[in-house]
């Protein structure tokens, strides 16, 4: 099986790569590659050819599809400015990065299966229960790229560049090689690591958050994969347990065994969410089943950052 996986050197990407069958062709693409090659060699994983291209570049996207001159069974799409607060200072270049990317990389992909992580930001704006037959109407330039995104993707399979497509929309991981700037590593780090006793968080913190530990996310994708039966589906991947970031901050110190933590407020949260979702068509579809609990999983990720 031939699959093609932007974004690769990611958070999504560098776990895809470590559980994904060995005896799968993986062709991995990224903006740089030296992070990524130097990650392929460590870990030996010998069935990974990587491949350094900027997608926002049309003409670069082009050379990379004259080299690689084959029809790929999976397209995993991970590639994406993946920051909220950064498209609200530069929106021009979060459409870039997110929609404008795709379309150069659709305009030369010939794909069976074509997987996009979207985002439940494009429900940014609602409150309350949300699914896919939800209208929708988000004013996050983040939130607009990827329903964008999303729509261009339809389009595309009528073109038949795509034979059909799987878009998700993603409520979040975390885990090992996440960012720095997520919320679970950065409390990870200030509370446990340098030993601090109070967290800030931006808003009122009664906004929501639905994490998952990442190898959920890996092996909903891997069903995905494997799945032969399900076609142009939009679904929701989400634990459907949604908390307030302020009893999420309470939850983790618990954890790590930190005791009370004092929690301070500055400015405001632009994502805002305050709508839920339920993991039901995802669990129809592909089985999803969230098998780490936030205990074992932050407890995996602080073992992983303490190295």
Same mark, same amino acid.
């Given at each position: ?24 062709? =993986? ?11 130097? $990650? ?10 990587? $491949? ?13 599809? !004259? ?8 397209? =995993? ?16 270049? !979060? ?7 795709? %379309? ?10 074509? /997987? $996009? ?8 704006? =609602? ?8 209208? =929708? ?24 560049? /795509? ?12 885990? *090992? ?23 800030? %968080?931006?808003? !009122?913190?009664?906004?929501? @958050?639905?994490?998952?530990? @990442?190898? !959920?996310? @890996? ?10 039966? %399900? ?8 634990? +459907?347990?949604?908390?307030? /970031?302020?009893?999420?901050? @309470? ?9 009370? /933590?004092?929690?301070?407020?500055? +400015? ?7 709508? %839920?979702?339920? *993991? ?6 592909? #089985? ?11 407890? #995996?990720?602080?073992? $992983?950052?303490?190295?």
């Amino acid at each position: 099986m031939k699959i093609i996986v932007t974004g690769a050197a990611g958070f999504i990407g560098k776990n895809f790569l470590l559980k994904a069958n060995k005896k799968w062709e =993986l062709y991995a693409v990224d903006r740089s590659t030296s992070e990524l090659n130097k $990650f392929v060699k460590e870990n030996n994983l010998a069935n990974i050819k990587t $491949f350094e291209c900027n997608l926002s570049d049309k003409d670069e996207v082009k050379k990379l599809f !004259d080299k690689l001159n084959c029809t790929f069974d999976v397209c =995993l799409y991970l590639a994406a400015n993946s920051d909220p607060n950064f498209s609200i200072q530069f929106p021009g270049e !979060d459409l870039a990065a997110n929609t404008a990317a795709l %379309v150069n990389f659709l305009s030369c992909l010939a794909a069976k299966k074509f /997987i $996009f992580f979207s985002s439940g930001a494009v429900y940014h704006g =609602l409150s309350g229960p949300v699914n896919p037959k939800t209208k =929708l109407n988000p004013l996050l330039p983040y939130s607009i790229s990827k329903y964008a995104s999303e729509q261009y993707i339809k389009f595309f399979n009528t073109t038949k560049s /795509i034979e059909n497509y799987l878009i998700v929309r993603f409520f979040g991981a975390y885990g *090992p090689y996440e960012p720095p700037r997520k919320i679970t590593s950065k409390l990870i780090r200030s509370i446990l690591i340098e030993g601090k006793d109070s967290y800030e %968080v931006y808003g !009122d913190g009664e906004n929501l @958050i639905d994490i998952m530990y @990442i190898d !959920d996310t @890996i092996d909903c994708i891997l069903a995905m994969i494997k799945n032969k039966n %399900v076609r142009n589906e939009v679904f929701d991947l989400c634990t +459907g347990k949604p908390v307030a /970031i302020n009893s999420f901050v @309470i939850n983790i110190a618990r954890i790590l065994k930190r005791g009370e /933590i004092k929690i301070s407020h500055n +400015g405001v949260s632009h994502e805002n969410i305050m709508f %839920v979702v339920s *993991p039901k068509k995802a669990i129809s579809l592909f #089985g999803f089943k969230q098998k780490v609990t936030l205990e074992k999983g932050i407890i #995996g990720l602080a073992k $992983f950052l303490k190295k």
